[in-house]
């Protein structure tokens, strides 16, 4: 895993890892550090320093208290984690349903208008003076005096051809 | 030391410094704590200063950022016909303007939307740059723009060009119904016609409510800061069917008889509800009054202008006289053979003279000398309380802004000859509204009512004013009867009379007077008020043509034409059953214009007689017409169907009252029908 420490101070890892490896096989003396280097940090060979560990050797034990520990916590996190979704699900929901009904209320306002403008258009093209424009150009005229037969009902309720009764 | 595997040296362990300084890490530790404990007390101080000291500015600028007022719009109300066909409607349209002090380049942006919205550029430019000079941060561009428009400014995507919703009036029917309605000004105020007389109720009030709004201004929650109040929907009881033939045949009258303007008015005469009410000329309310433009146009002149009625008051004369003396319709009246004299003045009669002709017919002939007899027989007191109970004097209530009562002079200001003059319709003046009045109340029965043009406030139906009696029901009847006649063999003879319907009426001409040289002239005011069907009128009409000339521009060669053209279409429109067989025998002889009514009057004895320039040929006596006709047969005892078959095929017009068998008819069997009457017969079970 590498970190600051061993990002920053890839060359000490080093160093100690070679001071490490001199215990089981001495070398000839390392080159000594310049003493006139400016650290770049105070104690940075404590915040910086890094070290190489090998695991292989460790064998992982199984501790199930820990683990039934480690579970409770998860589900301690979990059950917390829920509590705070059902109690923030409302406000969150809220929020979505305000976009909702504001972009509604918009929609209806926009819906409003334009049926007002549809009622205007309509009302002309209904008003008296434009139907009697079309009629007089599709020659409709009124019908003469005798013309329109009001036709009288039988006993029955019939109407139709009475006039030749 | 083997840690894990992996040993560390001493050295390394000096490196590491964990060894021998405890007391150091002590004290830094003790430093650190402190910092961070200054460091939450300077936060905790922050946060009271932003919580507790600051709260008001702070959440002021927050609700700055994050709230918006939206207007919440309250159109104008709308006003509806009484069949629900809208009239005026208010539409809401968009207003472009711009805070000159934040437009980047002027003339980039006076040539961008001078484009798109049909401003001249130059203009706009000069516009912002006196706004930016005076440092104002809100010019109109454009008020009221197009749909079009504002979806192509939008999509430019400029901060500095804002839009506000206005509110636009539309009359979709254009000039119909112009003076009943009126018009509204650039801000939707009424400034005319009921717009005016209702601005109360029509306008409405804008609302507003607090809207939280995201980074994007998009809406997330609104609270309601202000309740909008719409303006209330009118429902008018304008018919604008009838309306719209009233207002096409008043236009054809007045043109035809070159007459300078003109009025017209269908009312119901058992409510007072207004049906059609048209002047000429006329207006667009859509367009606003150019600057320069002639104001008489928009003048209501049904309400708003008296003039003198001529022989149509001779009703209101004939009716007094029916309630306060012994006449009755076949009493004889002297009529001087056409001269009259009086105390300093000589009223001749307008065509001719006649020598004693009975009250009908001096109705039927509109005598002035017969008038003024009877007016005498009536006495001026009479005369006087019938006239103001008749509604004359006062305004008729109609709710229309500027309504004039008329004139009627007190009685104690009456001159010698101020009875003669008012008993032919001089010497007052009145409206159309009030003449519809008068008329209203010989066709409902005797009751004056109260003109209504209101029919619903929203949905709740206006109450109508209660009808105040001024005539016994008889002598209303008895004045239908005499109307009728004038119809049938009087001076509207062949002008007035309608196809399958029975109708009565009045003609008027009276001459104008000009006051600059205190003479009547020889334009005239031809006026015509009637009603339809005679038994149970549907309607009443009164048209006046101002300004005509020469005898067809009498009451009855002007008028009444207009008067039968409406009424033909008011009762197809309102249904009204007929009451004569639809197809007339034969054409009827118009009554030729010299018979024509027309009343003279002048100011006084000190001026001129202009009734002596009237020429008028001096005739003999009327005698009345030896009647020939056909002669009506006996109906009594047969059915319905019988009787009418019977009547048409004799050609007979008939007048069928109930239903079942014919019990009793008039003229009786036998007799000669005269010309122009018909057979009334009267059914029972």
Redesign the interface.
Known sequence: MATLATYFRRDEAVI?SE??ST?AAPRPAAQPADPYRLRALP?E??YF?S?????S??QKQKDPRAAKECWSAIGAFAALAMLLAAALAPSVG??FA??Q???L??ER?RLV?ER??L???E??L????RL?RLARAQRLLEPA??Q?VHL?PHADGSLAMNLHK | MPV??????P??MD????RGRPPAYSRRLTWVAGGALLWLLLILAKLVSLQVIHHGAYARLARQQQELRVEI?A?RGPIFDRSG??LA????MESVFVNPLRVPDMGVASELMGRILSLDAGDLRNRMRWAYDHQRGFLWVKRKIT?TEAEELRSLHLEWIEFQTESQR?Y???K?AAHVLGSVDHDERGNGGLELSLDGQLRGYAGSEL??TDVKR?????QLATEAHAGTPLTLTID??I??AAE?ELAKGVEAHHARSGSIMVMNPYNGEILALANYPTFDPNEPPKPGEDPFRRFDLAVSVPFEPGSVFKVVTLSAALETTNLRPDSPINCYHGVLRLPGRVIHEAHGGYGTLTMAQVLEKSSNIGAIQIGFRVGAQNMYDYVRRFGFGSPAGAGLPAESGGLIRKLKRWGKTSLASVSMGHEVSTTSIQLARACAVIANGGLLVTPKLILKEGSELTPTEPAKRILRPETAITMRQLMEGVVLRGTARGRAKL??YTSGGKTGTAQIFDVKTHHYTHQYNGSFMGFAPVTNPAFIIVVTLNGTSGTSGYGAGAAAPVFKAVATEALRVLDVPKDLP???PEKEEAAPPETDDLSIADLGSSEPNIMEEVAASQGGISAPAEEAGPKVPNFRGKTV?AVVEEASAMGLPLLVDGSGIARAQIPAPGAVLPAGERVRVEFAR
């Open positions: 100690y001071e490490a215990v104690n060979n404590v320093f070290k190489s560990i090998d695991n050797r460790l809220g929020t305000g976009y009904l504001q972009a209320k918009q306002q208008d007002s403008r009622e205007v258009d009302a002309a209904i008003s008296p003076g009697e005096p005798g329109v009288e | 894990h595997g992996v040993t560390i040296t050295a390394a490196r590491l410094a964990l719009p159109p066909q809208p409607i208010s539409v809401p749909h539309h979709p029917n254009g119909l809207m939280l998009r809406g997330i929650d609104s604008s069917r309306q719209f096409r196809e399958g639809e197809a007339s169907r």
